[in-house]
């Protein structure tokens, strides 16, 4: 399987702890991004990496969250001191640079609950 | 800011033909795209428009028009396995990032 793959699918956690998520993209694009998604929302972006480069942060990322791509190819996003309001599902996507249609495939994504 | 606005549901018959409309009002405007997602899955890309006009795969097809910041998603031929939330997203710029409607769930009946 080529696609998108991101680990752990589910993640249950207790209100303060740190979490860590994996995305490993389509090997051969440079462009990752980490969307947030809550029931009844379109994906939220929240940052993106053009090969080991974060490009671009969302403003409404707080300094909890910490995203990482340190050889351009994985990425993990962090969140520090986990609060009830971060419990959504953590979308990764991947691109090519000037494919034209700008297609993002996404993964699976990453189920977070914060109790 | 960014928004994007679709109707939050549309319900139609196997066989039908249904459009989802999408107006947006962003800072930056580089293209159009569509995606589809079914309960529990990923986003899966369905459609770009980058030009004004009619783009069109399958039975699926979508249109743009810049000047009026609208575009539209038409699905052609409904399955029952086309039930499944619609999300027009809008490419801000050249570096890719997209923002997204909150998504429209069609719902097709039998």
């Known amino acids: 399987d080529t696609g998108v793959s991101q680990n752990p699918r589910h993640k249950i956690t207790k209100r303060g702890q740190n979490v860590t998520f994996r995305c490993d993209p389509i090997?051969?694009?440079?462009?990752l991004y980490w969307y947030r998604q809550t029931l009844g929302q379109g994906p939220e972006f929240l940052t993106y990496f053009q090969n080991e480069a974060q490009l671009e942060k969302s403003r409404l990322l707080s300094d909890r969250f910490s995203a990482e791509r340190p050889k351009g190819s994985f990425s993990t996003l962090e969140i520090q001191r986990t609060e009830q309001g971060d419990s959504a599902m953590y979308l990764c996507?991947?691109?090519?640079?000037?494919?034209?249609?700008?297609?993002?495939?996404f993964g699976p994504g990453t189920r977070l609950t914060v109790l | 800011g960014q928004s994007l606005e679709q109707p939050s549901e549309v319900t139609a018959v196997e066989g039908a033909i249904v459009q989802i409309n999408c107006t947006y009002q962003t800072s930056g405007f580089y293209g159009l795209s569509w995606y589809q997602q079914h309960d529990g899955g990923a986003p899966t890309f369905l459609s770009y428009?980058?030009?004004?006009g009619l783009e069109e795969t399958g039975r699926f097809s979508s249109f743009l028009s810049r000047s009026d910041s609208y575009g539209y998603l038409l699905l052609q031929e409904l399955q029952m396995k086309d039930s499944a939330s619609y999300f027009c997203a809008v490419r801000d710029s050249g570096a890719g990032k997209s923002t997204f409607g909150d998504g429209t769930t069609l719902t097709v009946k039998p």
């Open positions: 090997s051969e694009h440079n462009r």
């Open positions: 996507a991947s691109s090519l640079t000037d494919s034209g249609t700008d297609t993002q495939y």
């Open positions: 428009n980058g030009l004004d």
